[in-house]
């Protein structure tokens, strides 16, 4: 805890952060309360507004068990840890202050650049996308400003809602994924934005996406709200696997109707992946693409 850092051991305090000591809530040595509700817990409270046996229908166990029990995946074959997504949460109304007024304007970022990623659906489940405020200068972070997951296989759908993004920000850059039907999503957002980027994954390539991004994380270049969720979800499905032949490591995700966070890690990364591996830009203002990637 932060409580012990500069005290002597004597004076030091252990935490048993277990849910059988914070369910029903704790006021530490530290002055801070601390509570682990699980969905069973509301449950006995007297909270109907869901459906257990449904919920675990719809999840993976693995998920179930992290969004409704709060149980976090083990570090085993898993990429990125909890530690390490944790503190890439800010709170955005304070650090953000200067250029993010959500509430205030239409246009809640004024006229400072974004990069909108996008990873397409490949089996019926939710195509990832993100807007992330791009960095001006070099060090600076990203900043996650908007995620959706957009359901079904509709491409004129998806490449719509691209368009409507033009209205709310200054997009200086998007990047699809071209794989299936990104294709098709590529060549329609093409016509109303046509320096749109495209890219196709390969194993070489997701690990160059996968390396860059713990870079940033590890140098405090990556931010989300603190309240973030579904991010710290995504990028703990991303896992180490091998691919078809054996010969080459590779990173997956779940990908399923029930479990589509694993698409908005990769639509992160692929726009994290914009960024020169030395994270040096250009003339101070502009951020060249990769030559992995090219126009649609």
Known sequence: AAYNEGRPQAEHIKLDLSHAALKNGRLDAD???RQMVTIHDAQAAGCDL????????????????QLFECQFVADGDAV??????????VD??????????PFMTQRPLGNHPVWIAYDPNHTGDAAGLVVLMAPRRNGEPFRLVQKNLLPGAD???????????LEIYAVEKIVIDTNGIGAAVGELVRKFFPMTVCMTYTPEIKGLM???TLNLMRHGRVQWDHDEIDMKL????VRRNVTASGRHLTYESTRSKSASHGDLAWAMMMGLFQEPLDGAISGGVEIDSYDNTNEC
Not at 80 to 88: A, E
Not at 92 to 101: L, T
Not at 157 to 165: E, P, V
């Open 234 to 237: 995504a990028f703990l499905s």
């Open 92 to 101: 955005s109304m304070v650090e953000w202050a200067a250029f993010h007024k």
């Open 80 to 89: 990125f840890d909890f530690k390490l997504l944790q503190s890439c949460g």
């Open 210 to 212: 996968v390396m860059k």
């Open 50 to 65: 869901f459906d257990i046996e449904y919920l675990r229908k719809r999840n993976a166990p693995s998920q179930f068990a």
């Open 31 to 33: 002055a801070q309360w």
């Open 155 to 165: 491409f004129q759908t998806q490449a719509d809602f691209i368009r409507k993004l």
